[in-house]
C-alpha cells in the first residue's frame, strides 16, 4: 500500500503528460509523409477550387535522375551589352501614361465575339509582344498554342462545356455561383466556337534542350502570368477583345488534345477577335488610385 501510494502522484503525472501530447497532436497541421513541414492540401470544409483546382493537371513530375537535368555551369556566360532605351521629356511622359491608361480603361472581358477573321500576322505579334515579359532566370517557360481549325476548337468547346456544368452544378459551390450570377455567365461557351482564334497559353514546368536535358524553369507560373497580362494589353493595343478563361479541371484533356508534352500544363484560355456588332458587357466600376494603392 505504502509502494501504491507512493507511485499513484507518478503515474497521474505520466497520464496528464500522455494526454497533453495527445490534444496538441490533433491540433497540429497534417504534414505529407517522407516530406517535413509539408502540409498537406486543404480538408474538405476549407477547399477553394478557385484556388487549389484551377485548371488542375496531376500529371507526375518528379527530378528522376540527377543526370537528366542541366546544371547552371554548363550553359555558357552571357555577355552583357549597353542599354540605353528611349527617354521622355516629363511633359511627354505624362501625356503618354494618360493615353495608355486611356486605352487600357478601355479594356473589357467580352463573350461575344465576332467570327470575322482577323489577320495571322497580327496575333503573330500580339504573341511576339507577350513573350517580352520577363521570367525566372530568363527561362522564358511559356507555350501559346494558336487554334483556328473549326474540328479543333470544337472538341475544345465540347471538353469545357463537359466540366463547366459540373463545375457549376457541384464544385463550385453556392456562393461562386451567386457572386457569378450578376455577370450572366454559366457553362455554355458559344464564343469556343464563334471565336477567329483560341489561344491556349501553357507553363513548361520545366525546360527540354535540344540534348534532352531538362532545364529547371524558376517561378514558371508567375513568369507565364506576367506575359498574360502583356497579351492582353497587347489585344487592346490593336483593336481585339477576349474573356481571361481559366476552365475548371479540363488543362489534362486540353493538353493532350492538343499534343502538348507533360512538362506543360494549361494556365489559361483566350478566344480572340473583333468584338460582335451586338455585344454588351456589365456595366462595372474600377477601384480609384486611392483603393489600389498605398504611398510610404
Same mark, same amino acid.
Given at each position: 500500500?505504502?509502494?501504491?501510494?507512493?507511485?499513484?502522484?507518478?503515474?497521474?503525472l505520466?497520464?496528464?503528460?500522455?494526454?497533453?501530447?495527445?490534444?496538441?497532436?490533433?491540433r497540429?497541421?497534417?504534414?505529407?509523409?517522407?516530406?517535413a513541414?509539408?502540409?498537406?492540401g486543404?480538408?474538405?470544409?476549407?477547399?477553394?477550387?478557385? +484556388?487549389?483546382? =484551377? &485548371?488542375?493537371d496531376?500529371?507526375? @513530375?518528379?527530378?528522376?535522375d540527377?543526370? /537528366?537535368?542541366?546544371?547552371n555551369?554548363?550553359?555558357?556566360?552571357l555577355?552583357?551589352?549597353?542599354?540605353?532605351?528611349?527617354r521622355?521629356?516629363?511633359?511627354?511622359?505624362?501625356?503618354r501614361?494618360?493615353?495608355?491608361?486611356s486605352?487600357?480603361?478601355?479594356?473589357?472581358?467580352v463573350?461575344?465575339?465576332?467570327?470575322?477573321?482577323?489577320?495571322?500576322?497580327?496575333i503573330?505579334?500580339?504573341?511576339?509582344?507577350?513573350?517580352?515579359?520577363?521570367?525566372?532566370?530568363?527561362?522564358e517557360?511559356?507555350?501559346f498554342? +494558336?487554334?483556328s =481549325? &473549326?474540328?479543333?476548337?470544337?472538341? @475544345?468547346?465540347?471538353?469545357?462545356?463537359? /466540366?463547366?456544368?459540373v463545375?457549376?452544378?457541384?464544385?463550385?459551390?453556392?456562393?461562386?455561383?451567386?457572386?457569378?450570377?450578376?455577370?450572366?455567365?454559366?457553362w455554355?461557351?458559344?464564343?469556343?466556337d464563334?471565336?477567329?482564334?483560341?489561344?491556349?497559353?501553357?507553363?513548361q514546368?520545366?525546360?527540354?534542350?535540344?540534348?534532352?536535358?531538362?532545364?529547371t524553369h524558376?517561378?514558371?507560373e508567375?513568369s507565364?502570368?506576367i506575359?498574360?497580362?502583356?497579351?492582353?494589353?497587347?489585344?487592346?493595343n490593336?483593336?481585339? +477583345?477576349?474573356?481571361?478563361?481559366?476552365?475548371?479541371?479540363?488543362?489534362?484533356?486540353l493538353?493532350?488534345?492538343?499534343?502538348?508534352?507533360a512538362?506543360?500544363?494549361?494556365?489559361?484560355?483566350?478566344?480572340?477577335?473583333y468584338?460582335?456588332a451586338?455585344?454588351?458587357v456589365?456595366?462595372l466600376?474600377?477601384?480609384?488610385?486611392e483603393?489600389?494603392?498605398?504611398?510610404?
Open positions: 500500500m505504502a509502494l501504491l501510494s507512493v507511485l499513484t502522484p507518478v503515474l497521474a505520466v497520464l496528464c503528460m500522455v494526454a497533453g501530447f495527445l490534444f496538441l497532436k490533433s497540429a497541421p497534417e504534414t505529407s509523409p517522407g516530406v513541414g509539408q502540409t498537406k486543404p480538408t474538405k470544409k476549407e477547399f477553394r477550387p478557385w +484556388v487549389d483546382q =484551377d &485548371l488542375q496531376d500529371t507526375e @513530375i518528379t527530378r528522376g540527377d543526370d /537528366e537535368w542541366v546544371e555551369n554548363e550553359e555558357e556566360d555577355a552583357h551589352v549597353p542599354y540605353s532605351p528611349q521622355y521629356p516629363e511633359e511627354a511622359m505624362l501625356q501614361s494618360k493615353d495608355f491608361y486605352l487600357m480603361s478601355q479594356r473589357r472581358s463573350r461575344f465575339i465576332s467570327p470575322e477573321p482577323v489577320p495571322r500576322e497580327v503573330d505579334k500580339v504573341i511576339l509582344t507577350a513573350g517580352t515579359a520577363p521570367s525566372g532566370a530568363h527561362t517557360p511559356w507555350t498554342v +494558336v487554334v =481549325d &473549326l474540328d479543333t476548337k470544337h472538341k @475544345i468547346r465540347l471538353i469545357v462545356e463537359e /466540366e463547366e456544368e463545375n457549376y452544378r457541384q464544385r463550385m459551390g453556392d456562393k461562386w455561383v451567386h457572386d457569378l450570377a450578376r455577370l450572366r455567365t454559366n455554355i461557351k458559344e464564343y469556343l464563334v471565336a477567329p482564334y483560341l489561344i491556349l497559353i501553357f507553363k514546368t520545366y525546360g527540354i534542350l535540344p540534348n534532352g536535358k531538362k532545364k524558376y517561378y514558371n508567375i507565364v502570368s506575359s498574360c497580362g502583356i497579351f492582353l494589353a497587347a489585344l487592346q490593336v483593336g481585339l +477583345v477576349t474573356v481571361t478563361s481559366t476552365p475548371l479541371n479540363c488543362g489534362p484533356q493538353r493532350l488534345l492538343l499534343k502538348r508534352p512538362n506543360e500544363k494549361l494556365l489559361m484560355l483566350l478566344p480572340v477577335g468584338p460582335a451586338d455585344a454588351t456589365p456595366d466600376k474600377r477601384k480609384n488610385l483603393e489600389i494603392m498605398v504611398a510610404i
